[in-house]
C-alpha cells in the first residue's frame, strides 16, 4: 500500500548524520541579541545627543559602548550624527524608542545572567522612562 522511502532524509538530526551548517550555542545566540539591542540603543543615544546634548547622555553612550567593546571583541562603529533642530515630538519619539530597546537588552541580559549588561539596561530604561514624560 505504501512505498517505501528510498532516499536520505533532509533533516539531519532525524538522520544522525553531522549537519553541513556551524550551530551556535545558547549563549552565543544571546550574545549576538544582547549586543544588537545594545547597538541599537548606542545609535539612538547618539542621535538623542546630537538633539539635546547633555553630560548624562555621553555617559551613557560610553557605557554603551563599553559593553559593546566587551561582548564583541571589538569598539563599535559609530556615525557621527549632525546636530539638527530640535523638536519636541522627535525628541519624545526617540526616547521612547531607547525606553523600548532598554527593556529589550535588559530581558536578554537577565537571560544569560549578565548582571553589568542589565544593570545598565536598566538604568537606561529608569532614564528614558522619566524624560519620555517629562
Known amino acids: 500500500m505504501y ?3 528510498r532516499t536520505k532524509s533532509v533533516h539531519s538530526t532525524v538522520a544522525r548524520t553531522p ?11 544571546l550574545d549576538i541579541q544582547l549586543a544588537g539591542h545594545l547597538a541599537a540603543l548606542l545609535a539612538v543615544t ?3 545627543r546630537a538633539l539635546a546634548p547633555s553630560a548624562e ?20 562603529s559609530r556615525a557621527g550624527v549632525a546636530a539638527a533642530a530640535s523638536s519636541t515630538p522627535r525628541l519624545d519619539a526617540l526616547h521612547q524608542r531607547a525606553h523600548a530597546l532598554a527593556g529589550r537588552a ?4 537577565a537571560s544569560r545572567a ?3 549588561a542589565a544593570i545598565l539596561s536598566a538604568e ?5 522612562a522619566v524624560t519620555a514624560v517629562a
Open 19 to 29: 549537519s553541513d551548517f556551524p550551530h551556535r550555542s545558547r549563549e552565543e545566540e
Open 57 to 76: 547622555l555621553d555617559v551613557a553612550a560610553e557605557r554603551l559602548a563599553g559593553q559593546l567593546t566587551r561582548l564583541r571583541g571589538a569598539s563599535p
Open 106 to 109: 535588559l530581558v536578554v541580559a
Open 3 to 5: 512505498e517505501p522511502i
Open 46 to 48: 547618539d542621535e538623542l
Open 124 to 128: 537606561r530604561m529608569d532614564a528614558h
Open 114 to 116: 549578565d548582571t553589568a
